[in-house]
């Protein structure tokens, strides 16, 4: 399979930005999935999950500002991330299928397919 990010750019705090990530050559449908910001200099992290059976989770500091959503009909991942703050600046990874854990924790497999990213630049 192919993931492949888009919908990143360069924002004000306070903006928002919506995230696609499309699927070719494998679904979204029978898999959980998730998006990992990796700020520059550290760890990509979790930021959201979407099991395959529909259930969420957030990180934190993200639980109410991110939505996480999908299209299994069109093979796209999506994260709606509004109130943007500065230090959610980060290139944004989509990757499935992964284990949603809790909060910002989700497990990933060795097989587990990542997009090349979108960087969110958003501007104090």
């Known amino acids: 399979g192919h993931l492949a990010e888009s919908g990143g750019g360069s924002v004000p705090t306070g903006g928002f930005l919506g995230l696609s990530c499309a699927a070719a050559?494998?679904?979204?449908?029978?898999?959980?999935s998730g998006w990992f910001p990796q700020a520059s200099g550290r760890e990509r992290e979790g930021a959201a999950c979407?099991?395959?059976?529909?259930?969420?989770s957030y990180a934190k500091d993200m639980k109410d500002r991110f939505t996480i959503s999908k299209d299994n009909d069109t093979h796209t991942l999506f994260l709606q991330m509004n109130s943007l703050k500065p230090e959610d600046s980060a290139m944004y990874y989509c990757?499935?299928?992964?284990?949603?854990?809790?909060?910002?924790?989700?497990?990933?497999?060795?097989?587990?397919?990542w997009g090349q990213g979108t960087q969110v630049i958003v501007s104090s």
């Open positions: 990757a499935a299928p992964v284990i949603c854990m809790y909060g910002r924790h989700i497990d990933t497999f060795s097989w587990t397919v």
């Open positions: 979407m099991s395959f059976d529909g259930n969420t």
């Open positions: 050559g494998q679904s979204f449908s029978g898999s959980s």
